[in-house]
């Protein structure tokens, strides 16, 4: 990398495009097409939109992963909240991603940080459904006693549709239903444990799951803030922070130098300092970018690292709201 002339104390101070990553998933389809994905071949199941193997596209950055960018250039691209929940990976700690789910998928649970195995983290995540065929549902949880031999007759199920926010704690047993297409933001990491897959023969990894599992805890639905007149917060908790915003004609998004942020177009079209984004196209807007200025007629959703007293708790207190409300955000979450 050092033959591009990218020196650590480089400013980056621009928004980077990505260039999504598929995966191809048994339970997948071609659903995301219609969001502007250009898919290979295959039943797709995932369009990563960011995350450390993320590519950027274009400028002088192009063709560099961001979880590369991190470790060239931290403190430009995460700040100092972003560089805090990065630790010791040093990667890209955001995960966005946008999920076709055609079958249900498995049902899993992902361990919190301390139960992770050595060198990985955990993964707390968040939905926001942007598609859901009629009586497609979420599992969101277990009833009764769980045991490996009866966890498919436990489960808990949720009806869903467009615009329905879910936030779901490590620990959580959970599946996506099929029919849902939905946004994720989570921590990133890869650590999945499957518990119980509907007869598809693939590895089930009940010894490692179980013992995460915290059998009170659900998949929870989540009711909206509005911050002002164009945003809302979706999801709040130590892990990242989601908001939501409409734009109509022009807007200024604020500088924000403590975190990254990733943000992705939902509905319409935006452009972002002269970048055009179109929906289901994300940008990565680094810790060292200054106000920008969004143009356009859209909905975006924005993934950041928050400071949960200063960029969540004392804004929405100012916004009219009550504590309870603000913590059934997530808030409140280890």
Known sequence: MAGRGLGRKDRIAAPLLLRPSFDHKVWGGRRLESWGKTLPDGSVGESLESGAEAVIEGGRFDGIALGDLARMMPMALLGTHGMAAAGSLGDFPLLVKLIDAQQDLSIQVHPSDAAAPPGKRGKTEAWLILESDEGSSLVT???????????????????????????????????????????????????????????????????????????????RRVAPLWLDDWREVLVACRHFLLERATIDGSRILDAVPATCRVLTVIEGDLAIDGLRLPVGGSVV???????????????????????????????????????DAIQRLGVGAP
């Open 285 to 323: 807007l680094p810790a060292d970018i200054p106000a920008i200025r969004l143009i356009g007629h859209a909905r975006a959703v924005v993934a950041s690292i928050p400071d949960l007293d200063v960029d969540v708790v004392q804004p929405l207190r100012a916004a009219g709201h009550d504590d």
């Open 141 to 219: 949880g277990v009833t009764g006693v769980v045991d490996p031999d009866s966890i498919g007759m436990s489960i808990v199920r949720e009806p869903v549709r467009a615009g329905d926010v879910f936030f779901v704690m490590a620990g959580t047993v959970h599946a996506i239903g099929a029919g849902v297409l939905l946004y994720e933001v989570q921590q990133t990491s890869d650590v999945t444990y499957r518990l119980y897959d509907w007869g598809r023969p693939r590895e089930l990894h009940l010894e490692q799951g179980f013992p995460v599992i915290d059998p009170l805890l659900r998949a």
